[in-house]
């Protein structure tokens, strides 16, 4: 049997990662929406059929399954996307900082 932490674990995951999926299709749509990003036309649509943006909600969780396999195929990627954005959160390491 499976510890108490590692079930809680895996549930709570689920819905974080199914909030973060819900959000960025959100946001992607409601850019597009207002023509603040390439291809606005296509992903400011909303289906339907489902009354949700489907297209936003698509290229949402292609971007987000590219980024979980830069991180599990490649420590270096990994490293390379915690430390880039320890350097853009920090405005003295940022180079347009004077």
Do not use: Y
């Amino acid at each position: 049997m499976a510890p108490a932490g590692a079930v809680l674990g895996i549930v709570l995951s689920f819905f974080i990662l199914n909030a973060i999926q819900e959000t960025s299709s959100r946001l992607l749509w409601s850019f597009a929406r207002d023509n603040g990003m390439v291809f606005s036309q296509k992903f400011g649509e909303i289906n339907p059929r489902f009354d949700v943006p489907v297209n936003a909600l698509l290229l949402s969780w292609f971007i987000l399954v590219i980024w979980g396999c830069i991180h599990l195929a490649s420590s270096t990627g990994k490293n390379a996307d915690k430390d880039s954005a320890t350097v853009f959160a920090n405005p003295e390491t940022h180079p347009s900082v004077p």
